[in-house]
């Protein structure tokens, strides 16, 4: 299971970090992934991480505004999205993957529930 957390109303410019806990997985052998969806828009790729922590994958939307990270001691992954901007506001959801790490949703084989973000301008 994956559980996405800390999302929020967020003026533009601001700060926010997404958690993502997993259970009932072997964490530190997944790459794990962040993706989100706007409202009348297609879920996309917003960045990845490969099992160590030392590879990772970002939109160009979102390049040097958004990085991932996780703690395998916790079971946990983490978006921190800095200068926020109202086309940032979507639905966040965290997934998992077995295998090397990916930036298409179909390559991703479990999913959380997704946690909002409204940022306003």
Same mark, same amino acid.
């Given at each position: ?5 800390? +999302?929020?109303?967020? %003026? #533009?410019? =601001?700060?926010? $970090? ?10 530190? &052998?997944?790459?794990? +992934?962040?993706?989100? %969806? #706007?409202? =009348?828009?297609? $879920? ?10 030392? &590879? ?66």
């Amino acid at each position: 299971q994956l559980q996405a957390s800390g +999302g929020g109303l967020v %003026q #533009a410019g =601001g700060s926010l $970090r997404l958690s993502c806990a997993a259970s009932g997985l072997t964490f530190s &052998s997944y790459v794990m +992934g962040w993706f989100r %969806q #706007a409202p =009348g828009k297609e $879920r996309e790729f917003v960045t990845s991480i490969n099992w160590s922590g030392r &590879s990772t994958s970002t939109a160009d939307s979102v390049k040097g505004r958004f990085t991932i990270s996780r703690d395998n001691a916790k079971n946990t992954v983490y978006l921190q999205m800095n200068s926020l901007k109202p086309e940032d506001t979507a639905v966040y959801y965290c997934a998992a993957r077995y295998g090397n790490i990916a930036t298409t949703s179909t390559d991703f084989g479990s999913w959380g529930q997704g946690t909002h973000l409204t940022v306003s301008s």
